[in-house]
């Protein structure tokens, strides 16, 4: 996958020269599609400490290699303001990941699960993006 300074470049250089295409080899124009029904938030105990999964299935009308990123936004309940964000990790066929203990966070708080809302956001290498909201479970 290329980085995005390189994309921009390429981007650049081709709308110059009006020569480059794009479409077949990741970066079109179709925004990343995140399957809410797939989202998994949860936090359960690990000896002092608890463990939170975070699991999300994207996909991508250009292909599941067009997703450059998926990440979570931490809030409180209602509130505006991100408390933290957290990256996910690609596995495979459009399945993103993150198992992080609590105490590695500032946010997650499992006996306060209820007061936090989660904002999964997937983006692809041309920068269009999708998200979806969810509670813990």
Do not use: H
């Amino acid at each position: 996958m290329l980085d995005k300074t390189v994309t921009l470049g390429l981007l650049v250089a081709g709308a110059l020269a009006g020569t480059l295409s794009i479409a077949g080899c990741g970066g079109g124009s179709n925004p990343p599609i995140i399957d809410d029904s797939s989202l998994v938030v949860v936090c359960s105990p690990v000896g002092e400490d608890y463990e939170w999964v975070f699991e999300a299935l994207v996909d991508d009308p250009d292909g599941y290699e067009d997703v450059a990123a998926v990440y979570v936004n931490v809030y409180e309940a209602g509130g505006e303001d991100a408390l933290e964000r957290l990256d996910l990790e690609y596995e495979s066929n459009g399945k993103w990941s993150l198992n992080v203990l609590e105490s590695a966070t500032i946010s997650l708080d499992c006996e306060q699960k209820e007061g936090l809302e989660f904002d999964f956001w997937a983006e692809d290498v041309a920068g269009d993006t999708d998200s979806v909201t969810t509670l813990a479970q």
